[in-house]
């Protein structure tokens, strides 16, 4: 199984695992800006990590929201494609209504979102929002404060997973 055995996945393609998989401009955690040089191995081992530690379960679906410059949109996408889960792309009109986001996330019925604090922020502001039945929110991109952790932890349901990953970007870029 190549999924296993890491270096020969990169081999068996002809490809060194320490080796650019893609270059993004990002300012990350910092704020700085910066280029992103992430390499095959360590873009490969957050996905195996995300496969490891949150299964995908038969009936899932993603969505891929974030702009393609950014790390959130190689992980929105291929972390569920590579594991042969749907993942459904909400074009940046759409993002930019947070209303009709969260419409098409429950119509698409999306079991995954990767999303910065930021826009969750704003989503529980709104009068009248309803979290849908997310089985796992990765919060990324921004700190969460725990007034936001304690809001998110209320307004979805308990069997939700939460995650904050800040910095990430950071620490797969080796």
């Not at 899932?60 to 190689?74: D, F, G, V, Y």
């Not at 952790?149 to 950071?170: D, H, M, Q, W």
Request: proline fraction near 8%; glycine fraction near 6%.
């Amino acid at each position: 199984d190549l999924m296993s055995q890491p270096d020969a996945r990169f081999e068996s393609v002809g490809v060194h695992p320490d080796r650019a998989a893609f270059v993004l401009c990002s300012s990350g955690s910092t704020g700085v800006p910066k280029m992103i040089v992430p390499s095959h191995r360590s873009f490969f081992h957050r996905l195996n990590w995300t496969w490891a530690n949150w299964p995908y379960a038969a009936g899932e679906a993603c969505c891929q929201k974030s702009h393609m410059t950014t790390t959130h949109a190689l992980y929105e996408l291929f972390e569920p494609l590579l594991r042969g889960t749907p993942v459904h792309v909400i074009p940046d009109d759409l993002v930019r209504d947070v209303e009709r986001l969260w419409g098409t996330i429950r119509e698409n019925r999306i079991t995954r979102l990767l999303i910065v604090p930021s826009l969750l922020q704003v989503s529980l502001d709104m009068p009248g929002f309803v979290a849908p039945p997310i089985r796992v929110l990765v919060l990324m991109g921004e700190y969460v404060h725990s007034r936001l952790a304690e809001r998110v932890i209320a307004a979805f349901p308990p069997a939700t997973k939460l995650f904050s990953i800040y910095g990430s970007t950071e620490a797969s870029s080796t």
